[in-house]
């Protein structure tokens, strides 16, 4: 059974950081895409970030230079995603999601097959 888990959401002051993780098990996914999306209440979901198999890394523009994507190799048969989020700002305020897809249309949630429930990342002014 597929699973992704995501940790590591909090409140935090503007300016700060937090440090997302995602666990994801059940298959293999060395060769899949795996991304970050965040929906905010009342507004659709959104594209925050996403790295290719090969390590290629894509980011939303509104979060260049202040977020960083990076996977693990398995361990265990657990893969592992992080996104290192700095000088977090109110608008950064979210639900996060983990996905995984084969993939290389990194932006599209719709081309992603798995996905997380979510951790929620409140940034307080």
């Known amino acids: 059974q597929v699973q992704l888990v995501e940790s590591g959401g909090g409140l935090v002051q503007a300016g700060g950081s937090l440090r997302l993780s995602c666990a994801a098990s059940g298959r293999t996914f060395s060769g899949y895409t795996m991304g970050w999306f965040r929906q905010a209440p009342g507004k659709e979901r959104e594209f925050v970030s996403g790295?290719?198999?090969?390590?290629?890394?894509?980011?939303?523009d509104s979060v260049k230079g202040r977020f960083t994507i990076s996977r693990e190799n398995a361990k265990n048969t657990v893969y592992l995603v992080y996104l290192q989020m700095n000088s977090l700002k109110p608008e950064d305020t979210a639900v996060y999601y983990c996905?995984?897809?084969?993939?290389?249309?990194?932006?599209?949630?719709?081309?992603?097959?798995?996905w997380g429930q979510g951790t929620q990342v409140t940034v307080s002014s």
């Open positions: 790295i290719w198999s090969g390590g290629v890394t894509v980011y939303a």
């Open positions: 996905a995984a897809g084969r993939t290389i249309a990194t932006a599209s949630a719709e081309t992603y097959d798995y």
